[in-house]
């Protein structure tokens, strides 16, 4: 069956040319929870809305296009810089928006799809709880009281959704729909859909498959909360690989501390035994070294000790 390619919002058709194809060296070799309480019908109705505005014409969605990373509701294309080579984008786009689960934030969002933003209101308010339970669960696995994760995080989180629509691709051996990484906030929850796998994790120097399972989320613990917790939860390295008939939609909904979060290994965690692996930093400056390596993401947090 012939393959419809599909345009990018900057009015640029996914073929697989130069400008999309990895160095050999990095081409792909082709943790979940259930019981969440976020009904399926949910989770059903926010990955079809957001399917539908990927499918709006090319240049409904380029209103949208921006390279700059402040801006809240933006679509943009990942890339990754090549030694020999230069800028490789990869296969997928991207929209990213606020969220909460209380204030109003529609009024950010699309008019187009018209239900998008009924829908989101709905699932950010469900999110909101889970997001609520998962700190508590965290705080007392460290041994906290259940609301300590939450307050070094902050008052005013950052509150962000990045949606990554990746289209099928001729070849998926010779591209990537998102480049390894590490996320930089405290936690994500990721929502993808059924039946079509493209997620890796990085274990033991090798990538895994995390398959979707049915009326799960997967939990990714970020670079925040390796550095609160003292290296006792790991912020895992992770990638996105294409497939060749198929495509495949992810929706994560992030949490990150307040700008002036104070973030260090939390005081309770440090002993005559367990020392303080990493400095404390405000997030902001850590967010500001971020961007000025140029978005060159690592899988130690930038201020550790070693």
């Not at 998008?116 to 209101?121: I, S, T």
């Not at 998102?178 to 120097?205: C, F, M, R, W, Y």
């Not at 035994?273 to 993401?297: A, L």
Request: glycine share 6%.
């Amino acid at each position: 069956m012939e393959m419809t390619p599909y345009q990018l919002a900057n009015n640029t058709p996914l073929t697989l040319s130069p400008n999309f194809i990895l160095p050999e060296d990095k081409r792909p070799n082709l943790s979940e929870i259930i019981n969440h309480e976020v009904p399926r019908e949910l989770c059903q109705k926010v990955l079809a809305v957001v399917t539908e505005f990927f499918q709006l014409p090319p240049e409904e969605r380029a209103q949208y296009l921006t390279k700059d990373h402040s801006k809240q509701v933006k679509v943009f294309n990942y890339y990754q810089k090549y030694e020999g080579i230069g800028k490789v984008t990869m296969w997928s786009e991207t929209f990213s928006h606020p969220w909460h689960p209380t204030e109003n934030f529609t009024h950010l969002l699309p008019t187009n799809p018209p239900q998008y933003r009924e829908v989101f209101a709905e699932y950010a308010r469900a999110i909101g709880v889970l997001f609520d339970r998962l700190l508590s669960l965290i705080s007392r696995g460290l041994g906290l009281d259940k609301d300590c994760l939450k307050r070094r995080i902050g008052e005013k989180p950052g509150l962000h959704t990045i949606a990554n629509y990746y289209p099928a691709c001729p070849d998926p051996e010779l591209t990537m729909g998102l480049p390894d990484h590490n996320d930089l906030g405290s936690i994500a929850v990721l929502l993808q859909v059924e039946g079509v796998t493209g997620l890796q994790v990085i274990k033991d120097g090798k990538w895994l498959t995390v398959d979707p399972v049915p009326d799960a989320f997967v939990i990714n613990l970020a670079d925040q909360t390796q550095v609160l917790s003292n290296g006792k939860f790991k912020s895992i390295g992770h990638r996105a690989v294409t497939k060749k008939l198929l495509p495949r939609l992810s929706l994560g909904m992030l949490y990150t501390p307040s700008e002036d979060a104070v973030i260090g290994p939390i005081e309770d965690l440090i002993n005559e035994e367990h020392f303080p692996k990493y400095r404390n930093y405000i997030f902001k400056e850590y967010m500001e070294e971020f961007y000025w390596q140029e978005g060159k993401r690592r899988r130690v947090p930038i201020y550790g000790y070693y």
